[in-house]
């Protein structure tokens, strides 16, 4: 399942490759990916 998050560089959400799930500094989980149209690093931060 593609993940979609919003892109800092194209302005829109887009979907994410590559993607793995990290937890923070502070504890919470993220996936960490890049964008499937120009290929800026992209970070979507979870739920609890």
Sequence with gaps: MAEVAYCMKCK??????????VTMKNGRKALKG???????????????
């Design 12 to 21: 829109k959400k887009v979907e994410m490759v590559k993607t793995e799930e």
């Design 34 to 48: 890049k964008c499937s149209v120009c290929g800026t690093g992209m970070y979507k931060i979870l739920g609890k």
